[in-house]
């Protein structure tokens, strides 16, 4: 299994669970590459961020639709199974709209207090959720890199 990453920043100091994920994804062979949708933070990088520097490409500053036939682009001589993305905003459109380009499931992490503006800005009806909560459209599911497709 190949999993792909569309992430807003990268390197971003803030988001260290994110980064270990990645290094988890990376260590187990499962990362096809990580997408971002803009440059990340300067300065010093927290340590393991060289690790995943060969898997990060950065989209153009253009439309969410541009970024993701970007994307598409870059996967196209790679198998991958599905695209993840964190957050459940811009990283999440381009996430959908490549895996649908590529035929691929997406999925998308997201903080407790973003998951009524992932419902509200029409990401999550897109997609199959698995919550403990149920305010999530009937059908809904939101899957971790962690987690198999």
């Not at 990362?31 to 898997?55: N, S």
């Not at 999440?92 to 509200?120: C, D, I, K």
């Amino acid at each position: 299994m190949k999993l792909a990453v569309v992430v807003s920043g990268f390197p971003r100091r803030s988001e260290t669970f994110m980064l270990g994920e990645l290094l988890a994804l990376e260590a187990n062979g499962t990362l096809a590459g990580v997408f971002a949708t803009k440059l990340g933070e300067t300065g010093p990088a927290q340590p393991g961020t060289e690790r995943l520097t060969k898997y990060v490409e950065f989209l153009p500053d253009v439309s969410i639709e541009e970024q993701a036939r970007a994307v598409r682009m870059m996967l196209a001589r790679k198998q991958v199974n599905g695209i993840h993305a964190y957050f459940a905003h811009r990283p999440a459109e381009v996430a959908q709209h490549a895996a649908r380009m590529l035929g691929v499931p997406f999925g998308f992490s997201t903080l407790r207090n973003w998951r009524n503006a992932a419902v509200t800005s029409g990401i999550v009806h897109n997609v199959k959720v698995e919550t403990t909560e149920s305010k999530l459209p009937s059908g809904a599911k939101i899957f971790s890199p962690s987690s198999r497709m």
